[in-house]
């Protein structure tokens, strides 16, 4: 597995990844038309066009080529404001949970991110999300706080992770 920058070509590919990983992740959650609206719009081409030319912001994808071809198993989206690194995005195909390709790509983010000048990562996840709430605190991060967002009318809880770098 290799993890590098985003490109162009790579954006349908990362948001099929997200489609799937929201809809796995968030099954009992949200409905499978606000997943998809939110998909729409968070991973419009125009969007991820502005996010992956961006150099203030920082897009991987992790590239499997063990079929042969190389394939795009999961990916992540940061940035920084000042010293504050932000880990807005991660996500795994769901068929590849569980086998290291998250930490991999969080490894990587935070490396970058660091690069990038950021002395503290944060990241977001709905509260509702065990799978993605276990995953942060796994790798060290703390729940520093919480947050609302509103995805589908009703408001929701985030809670908010961090980690000195």
């Known amino acids: 597995m290799d993890i590098r920058e985003a490109t162009p070509d790579d954006i349908p590919t990362v948001r099929s990844v997200a ?14 038309s606000v997943v998809e609206d939110a998909v729409s719009a968070w991973y419009a081409d125009e969007t991820m066009t502005r996010i992956v030319g961006d150099d203030e912001q920082a897009c991987l994808v992790a590239v499997d080529d063990r079929s042969g071809a190389d394939e795009i198993v999961g990916f992540a989206h940061g ?31 935070e490396d970058r991110l660091t690069e990038m000048g950021a002395d503290r990562v944060q990241a977001m996840v709905l509260a509702d999300n065990e799978m993605g709430n ?3 605190e796994d790798r ?26």
Do not use: C, Q
């Open 140 to 165: 060290g991060f703390e729940k520093v706080g919480e947050a609302e967002t509103r995805l589908d009318g009703p408001t929701r809880t985030e809670n908010v992770y961090a980690k000195a770098s």
């Open 79 to 109: 940035a920084t404001d000042g010293d504050e690194g932000d880990l807005l995005r991660l996500y795994v195909h769901p068929d590849r949970w569980h086998e290291g390709i998250g930490t991999a790509l969080l490894d990587a983010m």
């Open 134 to 136: 276990a995953f942060y």
């Open 19 to 32: 489609r799937e990983s929201w809809l796995n992740a968030y099954a009992d959650v949200l409905p499978e």
